[in-house]
DNA sequence: AATAACTTTCAGTAATTATTGAAAGTTTAA
DNA sequence: TTAAACTTTCAATAATTACTGAAAGTTATT
């Protein structure tokens, strides 16, 4: 395999991949090509290279940055504007859990917060929702914190020596 | 809030989850129904209750067997089917970080794997190529263990041990 | 202050994904 | 073995989501 269909493969294997970390194909696809690019690039050449709209590639952009994963770089002598991405994967995990967390799992811990509060009438169905409900927030909120922390670690040495331990 | 709004609201943020977990709406709904239910429903059960066509029930109630979250129940004296689904968080946490890992993640690492391991014709371009392909492959890998092996204590002593080490 | 270089916005359209419902298929009971 | 009770399939359609491209907006240069 050459280079240029190995980075064909990256892109829209990372691109397809977007749902995983809760992002769309486009926006994906131009972090994949930042992330793999050895020099900032201009909204022309992530239009040319994806072959996807001025629009598009605009309003993609501006969600990687409201991410921050993707920032604006000035290259001097240049009057338009360049992007590049966080390059250091542990860092770029660090952001994605926190934003997941902030715009989906957060709302989603409150509103099971909500729902298992309501009125205990006694009833078998009500007790089910609040005990099933509550065990559910139990278990999101565990599972976001442990992902939170576990990338919070800029060194790793706490993740490395977790997963020896459970090897 | 009374039963009646707070199972609505619990199934409807349920479904809109969905996504989050890799499933799609109408499947984590129907999951959200029987999750919070006393005893197995019949199709006809949820399709008066979540408002969705027969086909719809049986599509997804499918997917949902396939994915080993809802099992048929026989309920005696009775012709037709009833479902159930897994009660336990924690056993359904360990079954779709499961099917998750066999379904997206596994496939991406192998995707990557390939990428990182083009000859390396010493350009730049390559080198940052197999460099940041590599700690990609890496992060996911590691992300990937950790995940299958949290939710893979039964008992979640583990889980609960290394949370209270990172607080 | 006019113009050129560039970016953003957004209505229209295309592509994708989910849902319906009725016909075909299957199982059970009489 | 027939018919009723139930489930599955799938072509048609609806709903959702993503993308385009040109006009409007912005900024820098002369």
């Known amino acids: ?45 992530i239009m040319q290279d994806l072959k996807i709209s001025r ?21 001097s002598g240049e009057r338009k504007e360049f992007f590049t991405t966080e390059k250091d994967v542990q860092e770029l995990a660090r ?15 409150k509103v099971l917060d909500e729902v298992s509060s309501i009125k205990n009438d006694g009833t078998e169905k009500t007790k089910e929702l609040i005990k099933q409900t509550k065990a559910l927030r139990e278990l999101t909120d565990d599972l976001d914190t442990l992902m939170n922390k576990l990338v919070n670690q800029k060194q790793n040495w706490l993740t490395k020596s977790v997963l020896k331990l459970m090897k």
Chains 1, 2 share one sequence.
């Open 1 to 45: 395999m050459q280079y240029q269909e190995a980075k064909e493969k990256f892109i829209s294997t990372w691109g397809s991949l977007g749902s995983l970390w809760g992002i769309n194909k486009a926006m994906a696809q131009i972090q994949a090509l930042l992330f793999i690019s050895t020099k900032p690039l201009s909204m022309e050449d």
């Open 55 to 75: 629009g598009n590639t605009s309003m993609n952009l501006r969600q990687l940055m409201d991410w921050g994963i993707v920032t604006k770089v000035l290259v």
């Open 95 to 109: 952001i994605v859990a926190k934003e997941r967390s902030r715009r989906e799992i957060k709302p989603v811990i």
